[in-house]
């Protein structure tokens, strides 16, 4: 079963520092999606992926966060000089077509740390 | 805008007893519903969704939920539940839209 897989599992870093986390889709979905969870939180989204066009961003995704497709396969997620505000899991779906209402695919999640 | 309330935090029940969790949605443009759940340690899964149709939908585990317009709301229901629906639940609207998830409900099952 090749589900959604996201690396690495756990982060934990320096505020200032820079981190990068990964996102392997299921194989042949369009659509990549990330979202950010805090404690006590649903998901918040943050952007999504059509292929390799990045077609929406939420307000949430500041300038020190940058997201990338290159292939329309599997997606990064960069922070820059993290801030102790990052600290969340950060969730990564991908669903089939592309509507809105297809079923999003969860991978378990990077969890960062900032300290 | 599109929001999602989810009434209760915590609810604790018996095992093998029916079980309710609320949700209300307010939504400006067409209404797509979603029930998702999160397992310890594990991503989320899609419970149930309404896109249209019937009001009343089934979804896996035994679980199902209504549609109510006029409420604006989504319930989900479970007539018996089970020590393995310990878990979080969260309700969404979205679909034209990213989705925007409530804060969750946290379901445990006690023996």
């Known amino acids: 079963d090749t589900g959604v897989s996201q690396n690495p599992r756990h982060k934990i870093t320096k505020r200032g520092q820079n981190v990068t986390f990964r996102c392997d889709p299921i194989s042949e979905h369009n659509r990549l999606y990330w979202y950010r969870q805090t404690l006590g939180q649903g998901p918040e989204f943050l952007t999504y992926?059509?292929?390799?066009?990045?077609?929406?961003k939420s307000r949430l995704l500041s300038d020190r966060f940058s997201a990338e497709r290159p292939k329309g396969s599997f997606s990064t997620l960069e922070i820059q000089r993290t801030e102790q505000g990052d600290s969340a899991m950060y969730l990564c779906a991908s669903s089939p077509g592309v509507a809105g209402t297809d079923t999003q695919y969860f991978g378990p999640g990077t969890r960062l740390t900032v300290l | 805008a599109q929001s999602v309330t989810q009434l209760d935090s915590q609810v604790p029940v018996f095992e093998e007893a029916p079980v309710e969790l609320r949700c209300n949605y307010s939504s400006s443009v067409s209404v797509y519903l979603f029930w998702y759940v999160q397992y310890p340690n594990q991503g989320l899964q899609l419970l149930l969704k309404?896109?249209?149709?019937?009001?009343l939908v089934k979804g896996i585990n035994g679980f199902e939920a209504e549609f109510n317009k006029s409420q604006t709301s989504f319930h989900l229901r479970k007539p018996s539940v089970h020590i393995s629906d310990t878990a979080e639940y969260f309700c969404a609207v979205g679909g034209n839209t990213p989705l925007v998830f409530g804060k969750g409900t946290r379901l445990s099952v006690i023996a």
């Open positions: 992926f059509q292929n390799e066009a990045q077609l929406e």
């Open positions: 309404y896109l249209s149709g019937s009001t």
